[in-house]
Structure formats: C-alpha cells, structure tokens
C-alpha cells in the first residue's frame, strides 16, 4: 500500500507526509500524481516557499506549472512579492493565462517587469480581447503604449476601441469578437464564413450570430443552433430574431448585469447612440462584474472612502492603513461634534449622573437601527426595486415609519424597563426612577424614529446627487445617529427633569 494513504485511525502529519512524498513520489510519478497530493493550499504554499528558499526554482517551478489555474491564482496571492519575482523568472505562467486579468495590478506590474514586454505579448494573444483591455489598464502608461505597439496589427486595433471606454463602463469589459454578418447574406454564406472564422480561432463568443444592415446598425440576432436547420439559399433578414433590450458603451457595467437578471439573458448587446452594434457583454463578465461591485459596496458600507481593488491578502499593509486612515479621521471630527453636544448638557449630567449610564444604549440601538435601514434600502437601489421618483420615495419614509413604530413596540417597554430598575436599585426613589425611565424610553423612540428616517434616505439623496449611494457607510450612519440621540435625550432630560 501507498505509504500516501494511511490508516484512518492514524495520525496524519500533514507537512511531513507532503515532504515525504515530494521526494518519493513528485518526479517518478509525475504532474498528474502532484495534484492528487497536493490538495491543501497551504501546504502547497509552504513547500513552494521553502524551495524557493532553498534556491530551487527549477522544482518551485514544476510544482506551480501542475497547478491548475485557480490554485496558481491563489498561490500567487499569498506568496510575497520577492517570492513572486522569482517564481515568475522559472516559470512560463501558461496556468496564470485565463486568470491574468482577474490579478491585482500590483501582480500584473510584477509579470510585466519580470517577463518583458515580448512575453507579455505572447502571453496577451492567446486572451480575448477584453481581458486584454482589463490586463493593461493595471498597468502604467508607457508600459501599456508599448505592449500595443508589438502585438499583432489586427488585435491591437480591436483592443485599442476596447480601451477607448472607462474600465468601469459596459464598453470596457464588451468583447468584440463575436460573429457579425450582414443581412442581405444568405443562411449558406453565414455557416461557411462562421466555421472558417471558428477554424482560425476568432470568435471569443459564439452562441449568437448577430446581424446588421449596411450601415452595421444592429438588426437582430440567431442562435447559432437554429441557423444551421435553416434553409442555407435564405437570407439572414428573414430569419432574425429581435433583440430584446440593447446597452450602450458608456453605460455603467453594473446597468449591464441588471439588464441581464431583468431579461434572463446570456449576452447583452452593446451599441452606439446611432444604433451600430459595437460587440457583446457575456455572462462571464457580468458575473465578475457583479462580484466585484458588491466587493466594493461591502467596502464603501464599512467606511472605506477608497475603495480597496484586488486581493486583500497581496495588498501591501502600508496601502491598507492609507485607505483606512481618511473614514477614520472624517468620524473623529463627526465625533467632535457628539462631544461638544455632551458638554454643552454637562450641567444636567452633574445634576443627573445616571443620564450617562444610558447613553451607550441609546447611541448603540439608533446606529444599528439606522444601518439596517441603509443596508435595506442600498440593496433596494441596486437591484433596481427603488426607483428615486417622489412615489417611491414617499412609500419609502411610510415603511419605515411603520416599521419603527412596531420594533419600538418591543424596545420601548424594554428600555423603559432598564431605564427604572438602573436608577431604583440605587436610590429606592419611585418617582425619581419613573421620571428617567420616561427620559431613556421617550429618548430612545425619538432617536429610532430619527436614525431610521436618515439611515433611509441618505443612500437615497445621495443616488440623486449621482453620487454612490454606497458611500452611505456604516460609520456615517451610526455617527449621524449619534449625534440624532444625544441631543434628543439631553432635551427632553431638562424638560421633564
């Protein structure tokens, strides 16, 4: 028996057995051995790490080429950047193509600068053109002039009209190479040209075949499944389907994926404002799309002001802190304010000293109450449930309102509660801890009914002003909220104290 498998009731040491059987099994039995050994990412880390430490490229590079490419991703991840360069110098990344463009820019620089603009080259021909465009936008200018320059005249050309768009547009991620043929051409002439264009490679999409007029202004589209049961002496014009719903370039990528959910669709295609079809989004992209913007809301609703692109475990901690510092400095000053306020009632605090045992429940229930309405509401925006008319906007308030008056139902007799037995305990004063029982469980619905109107409406105003309603944090909400609740409690404090 292998000594690769072991008895079940037997201790595996992982690490050993992985240095056990490199030796033993890793080069006479080849790549195919390799994958069945190495299961764990760690572990394949840890021994690609020591072979690099060791100065033997040669077998790091070995390990690495039988990865498959989403392993070689992950490794490439989480080795640090002086690993990286010298695995990249030993190793042709053929694993790393179909992944490349999905790399930090930080990694792609390093590919770049170690590899060389011609194998970079030859690396970028074997991709679709869109991922082409995403791999040099990471990179700097003169690095990306070059890299066009060497590849091929025909794929320059095509990636270049790519590139023309924002990256963040439909017209940056749209792939271009897709069948197109005019619709005075009969079924015959479409499969023949369609199969000689497969041959060579040039389609990167191929379900649909989309037909256009003269004037290349999109007509429609055929599955390409139904084309070939077609009479091959018709024309495309009489066997086209209409297309349901178009994009144009500089539309935002995320309007692209909610078209697509909308209409249940694989491709969406792309054209210009006088109609001319320019290429495709496919289904791919949008699901890489629709990951990435939610990353990045996560990270815009927990106060990044920057938003954080790329792997969180290659990011350097120095850029970490840069993009954490600016949100954490903006909530100092909001809390500046919340400080000034409490000093403002630091009178009435002397006077009442058990005020100020509440203040944290108060300020802690109207954050969260106003970050779950924003959280609500961020996910009503973007999947297009909230529209920003005056009627939406009118059922938005209502419902919240609604439903605070019924959480308050619940929290109200609690707070009421904690807000007699703190003082009573301590004083025996029946009047005295009903009065700031009344304080704590009138504060607390005021400071509800307030949090939850603005946690609501903020991603709201915000998607008006065209600004990102994600922008709408966590942090912003709760500190907005704060401020809401100690000014309300210390009010209705001195005026029923």
Do not use: W
């Not at 037997?10 to 299961?39: C, H, R, W």
């Not at 790393?96 to 080259?121: C, F, H, M, N, T």
């Not at 015959?188 to 389609?203: S, T």
């Amino acid at each position: 028996m292998d000594k690769t498998y072991q008895s079940i009731n037997q201790p595996i040491n992982t690490y050993e057995t992985i240095k056990l059987n490199i030796m033993d099994n890793f080069y006479s039995k080849g790549d195919k051995m390799a994958k069945v050994m190495f299961n764990n990412i760690g572990e394949i880390i840890d021994t690609i790490s020591r072979f690099i430490k060791e100065g033997k490229l040669d077998e790091a590079a070995k390990l690495f080429n039988s990865l498959d490419p989403p392993k070689a991703m992950d490794i490439v991840l989480r080795l640090d950047s002086d690993e990286r360069m010298k695995l990249f110098t030993a190793t042709e990344l053929d694993n790393l193509i179909e992944v490349l463009a999905r790399l930090p820019d930080e990694i792609v620089y390093e590919i770049a600068s170690v590899k060389g603009i011609d194998d970079i080259a030859k690396i970028l021909s074997k991709l679709p053109v869109d991922e082409i465009a995403d791999v040099l936008f990471k990179l700097p200018s003169k690095m990306r002039t070059e890299l066009l320059k060497v590849l091929p005249s025909g794929l320059s050309s095509e990636v270049a009209k790519v590139m023309k768009f924002p990256p963040e547009s439909v017209g940056g991620i749209m792939t271009t190479q897709v069948p197109v043929f005019e619709e005075y051409m009969t079924v015959g002439e479409a499969i023949d040209l369609y199969i000689n264009k497969m041959k060579l490679g040039l389609y990167d999409k191929h379900n649909h075949i989309y037909v256009v007029d003269r004037d290349k202004k999109l007509v429609g589209y055929i599955d390409v499944k139904m084309l070939l049961t077609r009479p091959r002496d018709i024309k495309l014009s009489k066997c086209v389907e209409k297309v349901q719903i178009h994009i144009d370039p500089f539309s935002d990528r995320e309007e692209a994926a909610r078209i697509a959910i909308a209409y249940d669709l694989v491709e969406v295609p792309v054209v210009d404002l006088d109609g001319r079809f320019l290429g495709i989004v496919s289904l791919d992209d949008l699901l890489d799309v629709m990951v990435s913007e939610y990353s990045e809301d996560l990270l815009k609703y927990g106060g990044f002001i920057e938003t954080i692109r790329g792997s969180y475990i290659a990011l350097h901690p120095f850029r970490l802190a840069i993009r954490r510092i600016p949100m954490l400095i903006y909530l100092y000053l909001i809390n500046m304010v919340t400080g000034g306020i409490v000093a403002t009632f630091e009178n009435v605090i002397q006077k009442v000293a058990v005020l100020a045992a509440f203040m944290p429940m108060l300020a802690d229930n109207s954050g969260n109450i106003g970050s779950q309405a924003t959280a609500l509401i961020l996910r009503g925006i973007v999947t297009g449930e909230i529209r920003l008319s005056k009627n939406d906007i009118a059922k938005v308030i209502l419902k919240e309102f609604v439903t605070t008056t019924f959480m308050l139902m619940f929290l109200a007799p609690l707070a009421f509660t904690i807000g007699f037995t703190i003082p009573y305990i301590s004083t025996m004063n029946l009047m005295y801890s009903l009065r700031i029982a009344s304080i704590v469980s009138i504060a607390l619905a005021v400071s509800c009914y307030v949090a939850d109107i603005i946690g609501a409406l903020l991603p709201i105003i915000l998607a008006k002003m065209k600004i990102d309603p994600a922008t709408a944090s966590a942090p912003v909400v709760t500190s907005i909220g704060d401020i809401a609740t100690v000014s309300t409690y210390f009010l209705i404090a001195i005026a029923l104290i």
